[in-house]
C-alpha cells in the first residue's frame, strides 16, 4: 500500500478518534488495558516525520519538521498531562515533546 494513500486516509479519521480518546475519564485511564489501547491507538495515528540530511563540507544538518503544530495530539497530551496518576503525565509530556516541532544540529 502506497504510504501517502494511506496516512491521506488516516488523516481523515484522526481528529475524530483523538477527540474520542479526550473524553475517557481519568478512572478509565488508570487501568492498564484502556491506557495500552489509547497508546497503540496512538502508535497507529501518529503523524509521520520527516528527516532530511544536507551534507556538505565538512559536516552534514539534519532537520526534523513537521508540516504544521499538531494540535489533536497536543489536546491528547494535555489531556494526560493533567491526570493526577505520574505515568499518565509523564507520558503526556512525552507527547509534547514529539507534538512540538524543533531542530536537530548533528
Known amino acids: 500500500m502506497n504510504f501517502s494513500t494511506a496516512s491521506r486516509y488516516i488523516s481523515q479519521i484522526r481528529r475524530h478518534i483523538v477527540h474520542y480518546m479526550c473524553k475517557f475519564v481519568e478512572k478509565d485511564l488508570r487501568l ?10 496512538w502508535q497507529a495515528l501518529r503523524d509521520p516525520r520527516a528527516t532530511i540530511a544536507v551534507g556538505g563540507g565538512g559536516g552534514t544538518f539534519s532537520e526534523v519538521y513537521t508540516h504544521a503544530l499538531d494540535s489533536y495530539g497536543l489536546e491528547l497530551a494535555f489531556k494526560y498531562f ?20 524543533f531542530v536537530v544540529i548533528c
Open 82 to 101: 493533567t491526570c493526577s496518576m505520574l505515568t499518565l503525565r509523564l507520558a503526556g509530556i512525552a507527547q509534547i515533546n514529539v507534538c512540538t516541532p
Open 32 to 41: 492498564a488495558a484502556t491506557r495500552n489501547m489509547t497508546d497503540i491507538v
